[in-house]
């Protein structure tokens, strides 16, 4: 199975979370694919073409994300929109994503009980996600979950990272 991660971080250099992540992949993984479209594309220019190719060469693609205002990075949002096209996603002959394995990796400031029912950001992180699953169900893929990392500005986060990077591991090559 060829696996790419979609990496969609504004700063990756300043990043605490999705920095450990790739690092990992790239020191324990190096058959994972790591996209970088902040880097790839600083000025927004998505090429469709070569991301359609790019996803087309893989059977897993994970979109990896800090959360910003409770949804996904705003050029994470532009590649659904310009990438997933008619004729390629959906429609007539849009059958390119069909039976590919599609998930999240999501980094959260807030911690996690701030994700549910009655929780300061008032739902769980897989209903935030749900527009990914339901876009993943679209295109007749497979939702591969979501994998996530919370409270990045709580106590312990050295440690807690720690184990969480391994998850991460996991989640993404297995
Ligand atoms: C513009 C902006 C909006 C954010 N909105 C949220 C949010 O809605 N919920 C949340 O839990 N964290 C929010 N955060 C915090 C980021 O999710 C957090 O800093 C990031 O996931 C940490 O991962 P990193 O170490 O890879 O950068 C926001 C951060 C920024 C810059």
Redesign the pocket.
């Known amino acids: 199975m060829k696996t790419i991660v979609i990496l969609a ?4 250099e ?6 450990s992540w790739v690092n990992a992949l790239k020191e324990q993984h190096a058959d994972v694919t790591i996209h970088n479209i902040y880097e790839t594309y600083p000025d927004w220019n998505i090429d469709v073409a070569a991301e359609q190719k790019l996803v087309g060469a893989h059977d897993r693609i994970i979109f990896q994300f ?6 996904m990075t705003p050029l994470m949002k532009k590649w659904f929109d310009e990438v997933l096209s008619y004729g390629w996603a959906y429609g007539p002959d849009g059958d390119k994503l069909v039976g590919k394995e599609i998930g999240a990796a ?5 911690p996690e009980e ?2 549910q029912v009655g929780g300061k ?1 008032l739902f769980p992180l897989s209903q935030l996600l749900s527009p990914i699953e339901a876009t993943v169900n679209f295109v007749n893929a497979k939702y591969h979950s979501f994998h996530a ?2 409270g ?2 709580s106590d312990d986060l050295e440690n807690r990272l720690k184990i969480n990077t391994q998850e991460y591991l996991k989640y993404v090559t297995q």
């Open positions: 971080h504004p700063n990756i300043q990043s605490l979370v999705s920095k800090p959360v910003q205002w409770l949804n999501v980094s959260a400031g807030s701030a994700y950001n990392f919370y990045v500005f």
